[in-house]
Every structure is written in structure tokens, then in C-alpha cells.
């Protein structure tokens, strides 16, 4: 079974940087693709950064030139690495991963952008 955990989420001031890990704790499986979203309050979620196991990365307008996402898919592991932070990025960050017709969710972690 698949199990992801985030971390690295924390406060942080306007134009500082942190980086977000998700490791999957469970089974390791065969990644067809990794991405970061995140939920601000009163708001949905959105997708914040995907990339397939192969291919170049793809990012949301608001992160671009911001924000790096990475992966390692043999480990099952996916990373965000977030600079030049706004008030705007904060929100419960959360990983996601595809594996074959599945896909799996992990708990979210808090970011908190403080201007």
C-alpha cells in the first residue's frame, strides 16, 4: 500500500524559501507521475506542479520561475522547492502520485507566508 507523508512545510517570511519533501512510507511502486497542489483557505484546490516520470515539468502560472518540483521515482519520493515566497503561497500543501490507474493523496503540510 501506498502511503505518502509530506514535510518540510513551516512560516516563513515574504521572499524567503523552503522546500517540501513527500516520501511514500509504504510499497514502493512504478510512478507514472508526481505533482504538488495546494488549498488556501476559502479556497479549492489547485494544481500547483506535475511531471510525469519522463517529460519536462509543467507549473501553475502563480509559481513559475518560483517554484521547482522534482522527483525520484525509484524511491517514490517528490520534492518543492519554493522561493521568492508571497503571503499569496500560503496554504496546506499536498503531494500526489499516479500509479498506474491509481492515484494517492498525502495529508498536506502547512505553509504560512508571513508578509
Known amino acids: 500500500q501506498v502511503q505518502l507523508v509530506e514535510s518540510g512545510g513551516g512560516l516563513v517570511q515574504a521572499g524567503g524559501s523552503l522546500r517540501l519533501s513527500c516520501a511514500n512510507s509504504?510499497?514502493?511502486?512504478?510512478?507514472?507521475?508526481m505533482a504538488w497542489y495546494r488549498q488556501a483557505p476559502g479556497k479549492q484546490r489547485e494544481l500547483v506542479a506535475h511531471?510525469?516520470?519522463?517529460?519536462?515539468?509543467n507549473y501553475a502560472d502563480s509559481v513559475k520561475g518560483r517554484f521547482t518540483i522534482s522527483g525520484d521515482n525509484a524511491k517514490n519520493t517528490v520534492a518543492l522547492q519554493m522561493n521568492s515566497l508571497k503571503p499569496e503561497d500560503t496554504a496546506v500543501y499536498y503531494c500526489?502520485?499516479?500509479?498506474?490507474?491509481?492515484?494517492?493523496w498525502g495529508q498536506g503540510t502547512q505553509v504560512t507566508v508571513s508578509s
Open positions: 500526489r502520485s499516479w500509479s498506474g490507474f491509481n492515484s494517492y
Open positions: 509504504g510499497t514502493i511502486v512504478t510512478l507514472n507521475a
Open positions: 511531471m510525469f516520470s519522463a517529460g519536462a515539468p
